[in-house]
């Protein structure tokens, strides 16, 4: 089983709905956790950090369910720009950093 | 302010041969970290800097990589005798002071072993 797990897509959505993404992982030390996007041929890049009372950045929202051990990402009236691979991250045990293998978002005009 | 650098943005090289690849993390981030990413897949963690003292190195994939850092800046990932399965992006990222925080990535090396 993946430290990181992720459904991988592709979620192809009309503009302006709303999408959801889950996350799982496996270590219950973990303490940190993030959304990445990353984009075609890009370096990935802090979406927003996910705290354990849920977090709200415009039109993205992030919650942290520890005893489920999952995380999600709730993206609202989704924009074309919106389209790119959302990585989930969790702090793992140490010093480690587990990435997912991120989910594909395609949005269409 | 100026991002995480890295160099060379491509490289090619042949079956055995080593290569070095370089990161300039932002100035004033302690935490330095590589990672490797092959096509379509998610980022593999190789290792972690704190300072100039690697206290996690186990996600390298053998003996035939190797990382250093110097001044607690700059840092260099050596991949020996490469295989064709080293083929990746190595991404290099920084963060000010402790992993669980935001980590910024630079453009990454596009290394490709013919």
């Known amino acids: 089983r993946k430290e990181v797990e992720q459904d991988p897509g592709p979620f192809n959505v009309p503009e302006g709905a709303t999408v959801a993404f889950n996350c799982t992982y496996s270590?219950?030390?973990?303490?940190?956790f993030f959304w990445y996007r990353q984009d075609c041929r890009k370096e990935p890049k802090l979406l927003m950090s996910?705290?354990?009372s849920g977090n709200e950045d415009g039109r993205f929202t992030a919650q942290l369910n520890r005893a489920s051990q999952y995380i999600s990402l709730l993206i609202r009236d989704s924009k074309l720009s919106d389209s790119a691979t959302y990585l989930c991250?969790?702090?793992?045990?140490?010093?480690?950093?587990?990435f997912g293998a991120g989910t594909r978002l395609f949005v269409k005009a | 302010g100026a991002g995480v650098s890295q160099s060379p943005s491509n490289k090619v090289t042949e079956k055995g041969k080593d290569v070095e690849l370089r990161c300039d993390p932002i100035?004033?981030?302690?935490?330095l970290y590589w990672y490797r990413q092959s096509l379509g897949q998610g980022l593999e963690f190789l290792i972690y800097?704190?300072?100039?003292?690697?206290?996690?190195k186990s996600g390298l994939p053998s003996d035939r990589f190797s990382a250093e850092r110097t001044g607690g800046s700059v840092s260099t990932l050596t991949i020996q005798r490469t295989q064709q399965e080293d083929s990746a992006v190595y991404l290099c990222?920084?963060?000010?002071?402790?992993?669980?925080?935001?980590?910024?990535f630079g453009p990454g090396t596009r290394l490709l072993v013919l």
């Open positions: 990222a920084s963060s000010l002071n402790r992993p669980r925080e935001t980590q910024y």
């Open positions: 270590n219950s030390a973990s303490q940190s």
């Open positions: 996910v705290y354990s």
């Open positions: 991250v969790a702090g793992g045990g140490g010093f480690k950093t587990i």
């Open positions: 100035s004033g981030h302690t935490a």
């Open positions: 800097f704190q300072g100039n003292s690697a206290p996690d």
